[in-house]
């Protein structure tokens, strides 16, 4: 699998049989709070911070995620797309993109 850049926010996913790399770069997640209406950065992060998450929006944050990492795609191409396992892949994608953006950070080893 292609290696992503945690610290940058990057998430490596296989879709469509193709390996991506996807980011929510600033003008990612801009775009993702005039999607949603919301007046800032803080309001996008509650709106996610439920771990509720939409059929719309997991299209929504997908295709920010790979526009912010250069890619040219729609909506309408993200929401026919083929995830690895499906919708739940497609939601634990979203939510890694969302994590890495917001800095949830993986767990650290604990140390002896």
Same mark, same amino acid.
């Given at each position: ?17 193709? =390996?991506?790399? #996807?980011? #929510? !770069? +600033?003008?990612? *997640?801009?775009? *993702?709070? &005039? ?17 509720? *998450? %939409?059929?719309? /929006? ?7 995620? +790979?526009?912010? %990492?250069?890619?040219?795609?729609? /909506? &309408? ?6 995830? &690895? ?7 634990? +994608?979203? !939510?890694? +993109?969302? &994590? ?5 950070? =993986?767990?650290? $080893?604990?140390? $002896?």
């Amino acid at each position: 699998m292609m290696a992503a850049n945690r610290r940058r926010g990057e998430v490596a996913a296989t879709i469509d049989g193709r =390996e991506r790399r #996807l980011c #929510l !770069t +600033l003008g990612a *997640l801009a775009e *993702l709070e &005039e999607a949603f209406a919301l007046d800032d950065i803080s309001a996008l992060a509650a709106r996610f911070g439920s771990g509720r *998450l %939409a059929a719309r /929006d997991l299209v929504r944050v997908i295709g920010a995620g +790979l526009r912010g %990492a250069g890619e040219a795609v729609s /909506d &309408e191409e993200v929401a026919a797309m083929r995830f &690895e396992r499906g919708a739940a892949g497609a939601a634990a +994608l979203a !939510t890694a +993109l969302l &994590e890495a953006a917001f800095g949830v950070e =993986e767990a650290a $080893p604990a140390h $002896p």
